[in-house]
C-alpha cells in the first residue's frame, strides 16, 4: 500500500467508524456486530503505526486512551460557567418567574432540563473537530482534560455534516452510569479494594486520572446541552439543542420528556413532579430539574448577578434525610473570626456518602433545636455541601440529658466571645493572635478570585505559619529561596513556582487587591465598586462614612466595616507594607483616562439589539462615564436605551413614568 492509498484508506475508516460509534453510543442502532467493529479498528491503529504522518488528533484509536497527561492546565474560560441559584418549592419558583416577569419583555417560555449529577463540562470545536475539554474549575477558568474526555465514547471527536459554527463551545455533564460504577464497585470488592463512596465523585476522580487508558475503561457518560458561540445559531434554547443532536450530540431526549418547554407555573411542576417520581428509573442520577428562560434576546435582558444568570434556576428534590447519634459539638473558627458550631455524629450513610458530620450555623439554630448531647437527629443533605441537622426524634431523647451551653470563650486561642447586635454568629475578637483567622486570612488572600498566587495553597500556609515564616500576607513578600528549601516537600522546582507565583501577584489589578484585603462585607462585586469609584486605597482610607455610602451598592453596613478597618493600626501597618511590596493599590493613569464622569448621576437601562456595540459593551460604558446599570424601569429610571426589538412593555413603563428613550447614537452623543 502506498502513501496515497494509505491516506485514502486511513480517512475512509475514521468516517466508518465514527458513524457506526455514534449509531451504537448515541443512537443505540448498532449497524455491525462488535467484533467487526474491533476488526476495523485494528486495522486503523496498523496503517496509522505505519504512516504516523496521517493520523489524526481525533481518530477513533483515541477512544481507548494512554496518553499521560502529567498536569492539567488552567485554562480561562471564554464563556464563565457560572453555577445556578436553587429553589426547593413552588412558591420559590412562583417568586423567580414573578421578579423576571418584571424585567423580561413579552410572554415568557421554559426550557425543562434535568439536572444531571456530574461533573460539568465545556468542549470547544472548531471546524467541526473537537479542540478541548475544560472542567468548570471556578467558573472563570477551569483544567484541560482533553485526552480523558475523547475517550468518552457518547462525545464526538468530529461533528457530523451541519450549519454549526466555525468556533463553538457546548457545554453538558459528564456521569457514572449506574450498572457500570456498580459493577467498578464489585471488582474492586473482589479484589478486597475500599468502594467509591458514590458516583458523582467518581467521575470527578476519573477524569482527573493521569493515564487517559484508566479513564477509557471506566465507561464514563455525557449529555451536552449548551451551545455557546459568538456566532447566531438560534432564537432559543431549545431550538440550538435540537440542532446540537443534529451535528452528533449525545442531548437530552425530547421523546423521552428529558427535556420540554412549558409557559406556566403549573406546567414546570408537572415536569418536576414527573421526574420526581420517575428518577430512579434513569441509570443515572439526577437531583433535580434545570429551568431556563427559552429565548436568548429574554436571557440577554435578563442578564446575570456576580453569581448566577437570573435567567435560570436550579429546583433540587427533597433532601434524603436519615437519623442518627450527636455525640458531640466542636467549634470552627473562619477568618473572619466567625464561631461555627459542628455536630459529630455516628457515621452514617446519606445520599451516597457516609456522614460524620453536619453544620448546625449557629447559637439560634441550636436553640431552636433544643438539641442535647446524645440526641437521635434527623440529618439532611440538600443544596449544601456539608450536610445539616433539621430536627430532633424527642421519643428518643434521655430525659435526664442536660441542656446544651453554647461556649463563651475561643476554642483556639481562649478569648472571651462576642457577639454584635444583630447578628446570630457568635466572633472571636483576637484576629491577630487567633491562629485560624491568620491561616484564614493568609489563605483567603492568595485564593483565585483575589490574589491567584500560583505554588501556594491551603497547605502550604500552614506549614510556613507552623514553622514561624509568615505571620500575614505581608511576610508572603519577604519569603527567601534559603528559608524555603529546608522546609519539607519543598523541592526546589515547588520553591521557584512560589516565588514566581508571589513576584507575579503584583500586578493583579487594584479591585482584586482590595478583595484579597479580607476586609468584612467586602467581596468581589464591592470591592471592584470601592475601587473604580475612589480609583486607590489612599482615597478609600480618606474616605468618611456619608462618602462611602453614597457609593452605588455601599449600604450602612458595609460602609461601617471600611471605616472601622482603616481606623486599625494594625491594618495600616499590613497596607503600609503590602505597598512597598509593590502591589496595586490604585487603577492606573492610562485606565482612568477612559473614565469620565459625564453620565453621573444618571441610571439607564438597556433593551433590544443595537448595531454597533453589544449589550455588555454598552453597560461598561455606562459604568465607565459614571452611570448606572439597572434591569428594570422604574420611578428612579434617567434613561431607556432602545434597540431593535425591544420589548412593548418596556417602552410602554417609560412612556408612563415619563423616562426618556435614546438611541444608540443618541447615546454615543452623550460621552462623546
Same mark, same amino acid.
Given at each position: 500500500?502506498?502513501?496515497?492509498?494509505?491516506?485514502?484508506?486511513?480517512?475512509?475508516?475514521?468516517?466508518?467508524?465514527?458513524?457506526?460509534?455514534?449509531?451504537?453510543?448515541?443512537?443505540?442502532?448498532?449497524?455491525?456486530?462488535? +467484533?467487526?467493529?474491533?476488526?476495523?479498528?485494528? /486495522?486503523?491503529?496498523?496503517?496509522?503505526?505505519?504512516? &504516523?504522518?496521517?493520523?489524526?488528533?481525533?481518530?477513533?484509536?483515541?477512544?481507548?486512551?494512554?496518553?499521560?497527561?502529567?498536569?492539567?492546565?488552567?485554562?480561562?474560560?471564554?464563556?464563565?460557567?457560572?453555577?445556578?441559584?436553587?429553589?426547593?418549592?413552588?412558591?420559590?419558583?412562583?417568586?423567580?418567574?414573578?421578579?423576571?416577569?418584571?424585567?423580561?419583555?413579552?410572554?415568557?417560555?421554559?426550557?425543562?432540563?434535568?439536572?444531571?449529577?456530574?461533573?460539568?463540562?465545556?468542549?470547544?470545536?472548531?471546524?467541526?473537530?473537537?479542540?478541548?475539554?475544560?472542567?468548570?474549575?471556578?467558573?472563570?477558568?477551569?483544567?484541560?482534560?482533553?485526552?480523558?474526555?475523547?475517550?468518552?465514547?457518547?462525545? &464526538?471527536?468530529?461533528?457530523?455534516?451541519?450549519?454549526? @459554527? /466555525?468556533?463553538?463551545?457546548?457545554?453538558?455533564?459528564?456521569?457514572?452510569?449506574?450498572?457500570?460504577?456498580?459493577?467498578?464497585?464489585?471488582?474492586?470488592?473482589?479484589?478486597?479494594?475500599?468502594?467509591?463512596?458514590?458516583?458523582?465523585?467518581?467521575?470527578?476522580?476519573?477524569?482527573?486520572?493521569?493515564?487517559?487508558?484508566?479513564?477509557?475503561?471506566?465507561?464514563?457518560?455525557?449529555?451536552?446541552?449548551?451551545?455557546?458561540?459568538?456566532?447566531?445559531?438560534?432564537?432559543?434554547?431549545?431550538?440550538?439543542?435540537?440542532?446540537?443532536?443534529?451535528?452528533? +450530540?449525545?442531548?437530552?431526549?425530547?421523546?423521552?420528556?428529558?427535556?420540554?418547554?412549558?409557559?406556566?407555573?403549573?406546567?414546570?411542576?408537572? +415536569?418536576?413532579?414527573?421526574?420526581?417520581?420517575?428518577?430512579?428509573?434513569?441509570?443515572?442520577?439526577?437531583?433535580?430539574?434545570?429551568?431556563?428562560?427559552?429565548?436568548?434576546?429574554?436571557?440577554?435582558?435578563?442578564?446575570?448577578?456576580?453569581?448566577?444568570?437570573?435567567?435560570?434556576?436550579?429546583?433540587?428534590?427533597?433532601?434524603?434525610?436519615?437519623?442518627?447519634?450527636?455525640? =458531640?459539638?466542636?467549634?470552627?473558627?473562619?477568618?473572619?473570626?466567625?464561631?461555627?458550631?459542628?455536630?459529630?455524629? =455516628?457515621?452514617?450513610?446519606?445520599?451516597?456518602?457516609?456522614?460524620?458530620?453536619? =453544620?448546625?450555623?449557629?447559637?439560634?439554630?441550636?436553640?431552636?433545636?433544643?438539641?442535647?448531647?446524645?440526641?437521635?437527629?434527623?440529618?439532611?443533605?440538600?443544596?449544601?455541601?456539608?450536610?445539616?441537622?433539621?430536627?430532633?426524634?424527642?421519643?428518643?431523647?434521655?430525659?435526664?440529658?442536660?441542656? +446544651?451551653?453554647?461556649? =463563651?470563650?475561643?476554642?483556639?486561642?481562649?478569648?472571651?466571645?462576642?457577639?454584635?447586635?444583630?447578628?446570630?454568629?457568635?466572633?472571636?475578637?483576637?484576629?491577630?493572635?487567633?491562629?485560624?483567622?491568620?491561616?484564614?486570612?493568609?489563605?483567603?488572600?492568595?485564593?483565585?478570585?483575589?490574589?491567584?498566587?500560583?505554588?501556594?495553597?491551603?497547605?502550604?500556609?500552614?506549614?510556613?505559619?507552623?514553622?514561624?515564616?509568615?505571620?500575614?500576607?505581608?511576610?508572603?513578600?519577604?519569603?527567601?529561596?534559603?528559608? *524555603?528549601? @529546608?522546609?519539607?516537600?519543598?523541592?526546589?522546582?515547588?520553591?521557584?513556582?512560589?516565588?514566581?507565583?508571589?513576584?507575579?501577584?503584583?500586578?493583579? @489589578?487594584?479591585?482584586?487587591?482590595?478583595?484579597?484585603?479580607?476586609?468584612?462585607?467586602?467581596?468581589?462585586?464591592?470591592?471592584?465598586? *470601592?475601587?473604580?469609584?475612589?480609583?486607590?486605597?489612599?482615597?478609600?482610607?480618606?474616605?468618611?462614612?456619608?462618602?462611602?455610602?453614597?457609593?452605588?451598592?455601599?449600604?450602612?453596613?458595609?460602609?461601617?466595616?471600611?471605616?472601622?478597618?482603616?481606623?486599625?493600626?494594625?491594618?495600616?501597618? #499590613?497596607?503600609?507594607?503590602?505597598?512597598?511590596?509593590?502591589?496595586?493599590?490604585?487603577?492606573?493613569?492610562?485606565?482612568?483616562?477612559?473614565?469620565?464622569?459625564?453620565?453621573?448621576?444618571?441610571?439607564?437601562?438597556?433593551?433590544?439589539?443595537?448595531?454597533?456595540?453589544?449589550?455588555?459593551?454598552?453597560?461598561? #460604558?455606562?459604568?465607565?462615564?459614571?452611570?448606572?446599570?439597572?434591569?428594570?424601569?422604574?420611578?428612579?429610571?434617567?434613561?431607556?436605551?432602545?434597540?431593535?426589538?425591544?420589548?412593548?412593555?418596556?417602552?410602554?413603563?417609560?412612556?408612563?413614568?415619563?423616562?426618556?428613550?435614546?438611541?444608540?447614537?443618541?447615546?454615543?452623543?452623550?460621552?462623546?
Amino acid at each position: 500500500m502506498n502513501e496515497a492509498q494509505a491516506k485514502q484508506r486511513i480517512q475512509a475508516l475514521t468516517s466508518e467508524l465514527e458513524e457506526h460509534n455514534h449509531r451504537y453510543y448515541v443512537l443505540n442502532d448498532p449497524s455491525i456486530s462488535d +467484533f467487526a467493529f474491533d476488526q476495523l479498528l485494528k /486495522e486503523l491503529e496498523q496503517l496509522e503505526l505505519q504512516f &504516523p504522518e496521517f493520523a489524526d488528533s481525533n481518530s477513533p484509536t483515541k477512544r481507548v486512551g494512554g496518553d499521560i497527561t502529567k498536569k492539567f492546565a488552567s485554562v480561562v474560560h471564554d464563556f464563565p460557567m457560572l453555577s445556578l441559584s436553587n429553589t426547593y418549592s413552588k412558591e420559590e419558583i412562583i417568586d423567580w418567574e414573578t421578579r423576571i416577569r418584571k424585567i423580561a419583555d413579552g410572554e415568557l417560555e421554559y426550557a425543562c432540563e434535568l439536572k444531571y449529577d456530574g461533573v460539568a463540562i465545556g468542549i470547544r470545536y472548531v471546524n467541526g473537530a473537537l479542540d478541548r475539554a475544560v472542567t468548570r474549575g471556578d467558573g472563570s477558568k477551569g483544567e484541560e482534560i482533553t485526552a480523558n474526555v475523547k475517550t468518552i465514547r457518547t462525545i &464526538p471527536l468530529k461533528l457530523r455534516a451541519g450549519d454549526y @459554527p /466555525e468556533d463553538f463551545e457546548i457545554r453538558g455533564e459528564i456521569f457514572y452510569p449506574l450498572k457500570k460504577f456498580q459493577k467498578l464497585n464489585e471488582e474492586r470488592s473482589d479484589a478486597g479494594e475500599a468502594l467509591f463512596a458514590n458516583p458523582r465523585n467518581t467521575a470527578s476522580g476519573t477524569l482527573k486520572m493521569q493515564d487517559s487508558a484508566v479513564v477509557a475503561s471506566r465507561g464514563l457518560d455525557c449529555y451536552l446541552y449548551g451551545v455557546y458561540s459568538k456566532a447566531s445559531i438560534a432564537e432559543d434554547h431549545f431550538t440550538s439543542v435540537d440542532k446540537a443532536g443534529k451535528w452528533g +450530540f449525545k442531548i437530552p431526549d425530547a421523546a423521552a420528556n428529558m427535556i420540554r418547554t412549558c409557559r406556566t407555573v403549573d406546567e414546570l411542576m408537572e +415536569f418536576i413532579n414527573y421526574w420526581d417520581a420517575h428518577r430512579h428509573g434513569l441509570g443515572f442520577e439526577i437531583d433535580g430539574i434545570v429551568i431556563k428562560v427559552n429565548n436568548y434576546r429574554q436571557q440577554e435582558e435578563l442578564g446575570y448577578t456576580a453569581k448566577s444568570p437570573r435567567w435560570a434556576i436550579a429546583y433540587k428534590f427533597k433532601a434524603a434525610e436519615v437519623t442518627t447519634k450527636l455525640e =458531640s459539638v466542636t467549634y470552627q473558627v473562619g477568618r473572619t473570626g466567625a464561631i461555627t458550631p459542628v455536630a459529630n455524629l =455516628s457515621p452514617v450513610l446519606l445520599a451516597g456518602t457516609t456522614v460524620k458530620r453536619a =453544620s448546625l450555623h449557629n447559637a439560634d439554630q441550636i436553640a431552636k433545636l433544643d438539641l442535647r448531647i446524645g440526641d437521635e437527629v434527623y440529618v439532611e443533605k440538600g443544596g449544601e455541601i456539608i450536610p445539616k441537622v433539621t430536627s430532633v426524634d424527642m421519643q428518643k431523647r434521655d430525659p435526664n440529658a442536660p441542656a +446544651f451551653s453554647y461556649i =463563651s470563650a475561643c476554642p483556639e486561642c481562649g478569648t472571651e466571645l462576642i457577639r454584635r447586635e444583630g447578628e446570630a454568629q457568635h466572633y472571636c475578637p483576637n484576629e491577630t493572635g487567633c491562629p485560624p483567622q491568620i491561616k484564614g486570612r493568609m489563605q483567603h488572600f492568595i485564593s483565585r478570585k483575589a490574589m491567584d498566587i500560583e505554588g501556594l495553597g491551603a497547605e502550604t500556609i500552614d506549614q510556613l505559619h507552623e514553622e514561624g515564616l509568615v505571620h500575614n500576607m505581608a511576610d508572603l513578600y519577604d519569603l527567601q529561596r534559603t528559608q *524555603l528549601l @529546608p522546609l519539607e516537600r519543598m523541592a526546589e522546582k515547588s520553591v521557584d513556582n512560589m516565588l514566581a507565583g508571589i513576584e507575579a501577584s503584583k500586578e493583579v @489589578p487594584f479591585e482584586r487587591v482590595l478583595f484579597a484585603l479580607g476586609i468584612r462585607y467586602v467581596g468581589e462585586t464591592v470591592a471592584k465598586k *470601592l475601587a473604580r469609584y475612589f480609583h486607590s486605597l489612599e482615597a478609600i482610607k480618606r474616605a468618611a462614612l456619608e462618602e462611602l455610602v453614597a457609593v452605588d451598592e455601599i449600604g450602612q453596613r458595609i460602609a461601617e466595616s471600611v471605616v472601622d478597618y482603616f481606623e486599625r493600626e494594625e491594618h495600616i501597618q #499590613l497596607v503600609d507594607r503590602l505597598v512597598d511590596a509593590g502591589l496595586q493599590f490604585s487603577i492606573p493613569e492610562d485606565q482612568l483616562a477612559d473614565q469620565t464622569d459625564k453620565l453621573e448621576g444618571n441610571s439607564f437601562v438597556i433593551s433590544g439589539v443595537f448595531e454597533r456595540h453589544s449589550r455588555d459593551e454598552l453597560k461598561e #460604558l455606562i459604568e465607565k462615564n459614571g452611570g448606572k446599570n439597572t434591569v428594570s424601569v422604574s420611578g428612579k429610571t434617567n434613561f431607556l436605551l432602545a434597540g431593535e426589538g425591544m420589548g412593548p412593555s418596556k417602552r410602554e413603563k417609560a412612556e408612563k413614568l415619563g423616562v426618556q428613550i435614546i438611541s444608540e447614537s443618541e447615546f454615543e452623543a452623550m460621552i462623546a
